[in-house]
Structures are given as structure tokens and as C-alpha cells.
């Protein structure tokens, strides 16, 4: 080991800001934070929901309004990026070998999006959306 | 080999990150409906209340809440070593207590229902 190792001085706090593709990096991990704020919301109704309907109703009526939609409007930007970031890396996570070659990425990435399609629309039916 | 509890959280955010990628965002939006007034049928408290008292509902919400937050647990302790907060015992122990509780609460809701 050399007497005066250079040490490259890195923010521990802001490296991050450093390279477009760590900013990519980070963008796709906060998804994290608002997947974890709709799960506590959604347990929230739920409690309203076994208070009966009463409480239920307020909860939804105070959930209506433009700063919740603005809020729930960027958790489903977020939402929409963890589950695009996610469907396009499936070809290294779930790599399909056929033979001696291995299946090309984009029908692996295809059939998830079309699996999403499908289940998106599904829920949309079910929720009486349509 | 030594023993570590790191697959049991990896497997439980790979789970909660691919049940997320397919449901999170038709999920956000049922709620944004509600929210800009527009309330599909099934966030009205008898839809829901009969989705929730069914077993298979139950199942189906238990299984989409918990596995959200482990997996918005797991993704956040790492992402808050990113963030420089290098205390990863401390954090790994506040975020998975939350996950926990909000697995019991869950859990204890649904029951009632």
C-alpha cells in the first residue's frame, strides 16, 4: 500500500448528483418511500373500513379534494416507475435459456407490460371503473 | 456457512416489488378516482365491506398490503444508506418494526371486518 493513498473525496450525502445515471439510480429507488406511503394508507382505510360506515365515509369524503389527488398523482408517477424500471430488467433477473441461446430481452420485458395490461384492466373491470 | 436473515427480507422486497409493478398503479388510481370525486363502485363502504368480509378478499389484502410494506422496508433501508445515513442497524430496526406493525394492524383489521 503507498504512504499517501489518494482518497477520491465522495459526499456521502450528494453523490448522487454526480452522474445522470446515479440520479436514474436513486430515481428508481424512492419509489420505495411511495409504495410504502400508499401501503400505510391503505391500511388506514382499512381501520376506517372495520370502524363501519360512519368513519368510512368521512375518511373517503376527506380523502376527496385537489391536494390529495395532487399526492396520489405523484405516488402514481412513482408507481408507474418502479413498475416500468422493474418489468425492464426481468431479462437479467429471469433469463429464459432456449437451447444453446438465450431468449432475446424483449419479449421477456414484452409479456410482463402485457401481463401488467391485463391485470391493470382486470382490476379496472372488477372495480366497476368501466 | 454462516446463517443470515438477508434472504428473508431480499425475497419478501422481490415479492413486494413485482406485486407492486403489476398493482401499485391500478391501485393509486382507484384512489386518485376517489380522490378527483370520481369514486369507482368498489371504494364504496358496502363494495368493500363485502370484498373485505370475503376470505378470499381478506387473503387478497393481506397479501397486497404486507407485502408492500416489506418490501418499501427493505428498498428504504438501503436507499437510506444511499442517502448517507450510516446507521443500518438502527435504520433496519425502525423499518422493519414498521412493517411489522403494519402487518399485525392489518391483520387485526381484517379480523374484525
Same mark, same amino acid.
Given at each position: 500500500?503507498?504512504?499517501?493513498?489518494?482518497?477520491?473525496?465522495?459526499?456521502?450525502?450528494?453523490?448522487?448528483?454526480?452522474?445522470?445515471?446515479?440520479?436514474?439510480?436513486?430515481?428508481?429507488?424512492?419509489?420505495?418511500?411511495?409504495?410504502?406511503?400508499?401501503?400505510?394508507?391503505?391500511?388506514?382505510?382499512?381501520?376506517?373500513?372495520?370502524?363501519?360506515?360512519?368513519?368510512?365515509?368521512?375518511?373517503?369524503?376527506?380523502?376527496?379534494?385537489?391536494?390529495?389527488?395532487?399526492?396520489?398523482?405523484?405516488?402514481?408517477?412513482?408507481?408507474?416507475?418502479?413498475?416500468?424500471?422493474?418489468?425492464?430488467?426481468?431479462?437479467?433477473?429471469?433469463?429464459?435459456?432456449?437451447?444453446?441461446?438465450?431468449?432475446?430481452?424483449?419479449?421477456?420485458?414484452?409479456?410482463?407490460?402485457?401481463?401488467?395490461?391485463?391485470?391493470?384492466?382486470?382490476?379496472?373491470?372488477?372495480?366497476?371503473?368501466? | 456457512?454462516?446463517?443470515?436473515?438477508?434472504?428473508?427480507?431480499?425475497?419478501? #422486497? @422481490? +415479492?413486494?416489488?413485482?406485486?407492486?409493478?403489476? =398493482?401499485?398503479? %391500478?391501485?393509486? &388510481?382507484?384512489?386518485?378516482? $376517489? *380522490?378527483?370525486?370520481?369514486?369507482?363502485?368498489?371504494?364504496?363502504?358496502?363494495?368493500?365491506?363485502? #370484498? @373485505? +368480509?370475503?376470505?378470499?378478499?381478506?387473503?387478497? =389484502?393481506?397479501? %397486497?398490503?404486507? &407485502?408492500?410494506?416489506?418490501? $418499501? *422496508?427493505?428498498?428504504?433501508?438501503?436507499?437510506?444508506?444511499?442517502?448517507?445515513?450510516?446507521?443500518?442497524?438502527?435504520?433496519?430496526?425502525?423499518?422493519?418494526?414498521?412493517?411489522?406493525?403494519?402487518?399485525? &394492524?392489518?391483520?387485526?383489521?381484517?379480523?374484525?371486518?
Amino acid at each position: 500500500m503507498s504512504r499517501k493513498p489518494y482518497v477520491r473525496p465522495v459526499s456521502k450525502t450528494g453523490w448522487y448528483f454526480k452522474h445522470p445515471r446515479y440520479l436514474r439510480y436513486m430515481s428508481r429507488e424512492v419509489t420505495c418511500i411511495f409504495i410504502g406511503a400508499f401501503a400505510l394508507l391503505m391500511v388506514c382505510t382499512l381501520e376506517r373500513l372495520s370502524k363501519g360506515q360512519a368513519a368510512f365515509d368521512s375518511f373517503m369524503a376527506a380523502l376527496t379534494g385537489p391536494w390529495s389527488a395532487l399526492g396520489l398523482l405523484v405516488i402514481l408517477a412513482f408507481a408507474v416507475h418502479n413498475a416500468t424500471s422493474w418489468f425492464n430488467v426481468t431479462p437479467k433477473a429471469l433469463p429464459v435459456q432456449m437451447g444453446e441461446e438465450f431468449l432475446a430481452g424483449k419479449y421477456i420485458i414484452g409479456a410482463h407490460y402485457a401481463v401488467w395490461l391485463v391485470t391493470t384492466v382486470s382490476v379496472l373491470l372488477f372495480a366497476g371503473v368501466f | 456457512m454462516a446463517k443470515s436473515n438477508k434472504p428473508i427480507f431480499w425475497s419478501l #422486497f @422481490a +415479492a413486494g416489488g413485482t406485486l407492486a409493478a403489476f =398493482l401499485a398503479p %391500478v391501485l393509486v &388510481l382507484l384512489f386518485l378516482l $376517489a *380522490a378527483w370525486g370520481h369514486a369507482p363502485s368498489v371504494l364504496s363502504y358496502a363494495n368493500l365491506h363485502a #370484498f @373485505a +368480509a370475503n376470505w378470499l378478499g381478506k387473503l387478497a =389484502l393481506l397479501g %397486497v398490503i404486507t &407485502l408492500f410494506l416489506w418490501h $418499501a *422496508a427493505h428498498r428504504l433501508r438501503v436507499t437510506l444508506h444511499d442517502f448517507g445515513l450510516r446507521q443500518d442497524g438502527r435504520v433496519a430496526l425502525v423499518v422493519y418494526s414498521v412493517a411489522s406493525v403494519g402487518t399485525v &394492524l392489518t391483520l387485526l383489521y381484517l379480523i374484525r371486518i
